[in-house]
């Protein structure tokens, strides 16, 4: 296929189902979005505890993202999918009960700014709530993530990852905020129950996808002839940490993803730690009401739509490496203006910058990843490079609720509200410095050739049935 045709040939039916079923699970988290911050400030305005839940959503990615991948690799990435959907909505409706069961006992919206102390019970179902659904999304996702390229051409895959990418955002964050605030004004039941729902909408869109999509099995060329890897008996019952070892190698040997995947860490930590207390900096400092707190969070969707959408045509305007530096430059420069802002209209330009510029990332390196990584490896190697990108957001979580705690009897409580953005932007111009000579053109094309190169050559000279080398 050329590149010409490839580029105009359809993503598939199978495409169009995962699509979907990510757009439909997309809509209820972005109902959530709302739904959860606004609960937890409901029944507490302590900003540890408050940041201590978004903790328990992220922590999922620093303990189980690397068992994650073996499970990925080892078995249908399709079955792995609609199981944690289904977990995710059957965890969602316990949430939905418990606050259903103690409605009468929250506050209004219009009153939370007023609330001091805490619901313990539902506080504790908040938390553990936050944790197991953590768990479920981290090999969700990965899973997700490593199907496209089972369904896509390799050629299409940029396109495929922006226009997916595109469309959650639109009901991530255009759609699904404004119709939660507009569910809490009725009743804080509500955006939970939504969310469940469409948890079970999408595992039903990827359950009747045909097929099995399993990891490829090892290529082996032997003798002039290429052949596969099967292995039996104790070789076939490899143990975890060897497989875990495996993907650590790989990735930690390789010279391009190693540094991506720490400077994305460093980035996602950064990111966390402004977000932790986001809720209590709008309400407090840029004095949101709930329907203005959603439009603020609309002003990613709108810059996330532009980047996904547009990555494609950047990087090869710009080239890839640059492409990434608008990422690295924004993150030192767009947290100091919103630390030093006080009306939400000037945040929601800034929330639409730094999502746009953070999109462009997002299409480039994920199908960098898939289109380098072995796919008997894909699973294992992806889930290593989201522990190094996603393992830092609890730490980052944390740090941000310490920092407003620490700040706040030094300096007040407004001070200490701006603080964690004033951090992120001294933070973000470091990384800039270190990261920008990291990440370059010529060093993402020069992987791309490598791979296209082992993938053509052989991978192994040995005996059929001999146990995996590396």
């Known amino acids: 296929m050329t590149p010409t045709a490839a580029k105009a040939a359809p993503l598939g ?12 699970s997309s809509l209820g988290d972005g109902v959530d979005q709302i ?22 959503q992220r922590l999922p990615w ?13 078995v249908d990435r399709r079955q792995v999918i609609v199981l944690m959907d289904v977990i995710r909505g059957c965890i969602t409706i316990v949430v939905a009960v418990a606050v259903l069961g103690l409605g009468s006992q929250l506050p209004k919206p219009s009153a939370i700014a007023g609330v001091v102390g805490t619901r313990a019970g539902l506080y504790c179902v908040l938390l553990f ?33 922006g226009r997916m990418i595109s469309a959650e955002m639109v009901a991530n964050t255009f759609i ?17 129950a939504v969310d469940a729902v469409s948890f079970f909408f999408a595992a039903g869109l990827v359950f009747v996808i045909a097929g099995e999509f399993r990891a490829k099995p090892r290529p082996i060329r032997a003798s ?13 019952e490899a143990s975890w940490k060897a497989e875990l070892k ?26 966390a730690m402004q977000i932790s207390t986001l809720v209590l900096f709008a309400q407090e400092v840029l004095k949101t009401t709930p329907i ?5 969070t609309m002003g990613g969707a709108v810059g996330g739509v532009i980047g996904a959408t547009a990555a494609p045509r950047i990087s090869r305007r710009l080239g890839s490496g640059p492409s990434l530096w608008l990422t690295l430059v924004s993150g030192a420069i767009l947290p100091a203006i919103i630390g030093m802002s006080s009306g939400w209209p000037m945040v929601f330009v800034v929330f639409s910058v730094a999502t746009m510029v953070a999109m462009i990332w997002n299409v480039i390196t994920v199908s960098l990843r898939q289109s380098i990584i072995p796919d008997h490896l894909l699973g294992r190697v992806n889930s290593v490079y989201r522990f190094f990108a996603w393992g830092m957001m609890p730490v980052g979580t944390a740090i941000g609720g310490v920092i407003v705690t620490v700040v706040e009897p030094w300096k007040g409580r407004e001070t200490a509200l701006r603080s964690p953005w004033i951090a992120a932007a001294v933070i973000g111009a470091l990384l800039s410095i270190y990261a920008i000579p990291q990440l370059t053109t010529s060093k993402m094309d020069a992987a791309r050739a490598d791979a296209h190169r082992i993938g053509d050559a052989t991978e192994l000279h040995r005996p059929t049935g001999a146990p995996p080398v590396e």
């Open 176 to 192: 699904g905020p404004p119709l939660g605030s507009l569910m809490i004004a009725v009743s804080f039941f509500l955006p939970f």
């Open 13 to 24: 039916k199978n495409y169009r189902r995962v699509f979907s079923a990510t757009v439909i």
């Open 224 to 236: 002039g002839a290429t052949t596969t890897l099967t292995l039996t008996g104790r070789a076939a």
């Open 246 to 271: 495996e993907g650590v190698r790989w990735l930690w040997g390789h010279p391009l993803l190693r540094p991506m995947a720490i400077i994305l860490g460093v980035m996602n930590g950064v990111g």
């Open 62 to 74: 620093l303990v189980f993202t690397l068992p994650a991948g073996v499970i990925t690799d080892r």
């Open 292 to 296: 203005e707190f959603a439009a603020l």
């Open 129 to 161: 709530a936050s944790l197991l659904l953590g768990f479920a999304e981290v090999l969700r996702d990965n899973s997700a993530q490593t199907i496209v390229p089972s369904i896509v051409d390799t050629s299409n895959l940029e396109r495929a990852n």
């Open 35 to 56: 739904g959860y911050p606004w609960l937890a400030s409901a029944v507490t305005r302590n900003p540890l505890l408050i940041a201590l839940v978004a903790v328990a």
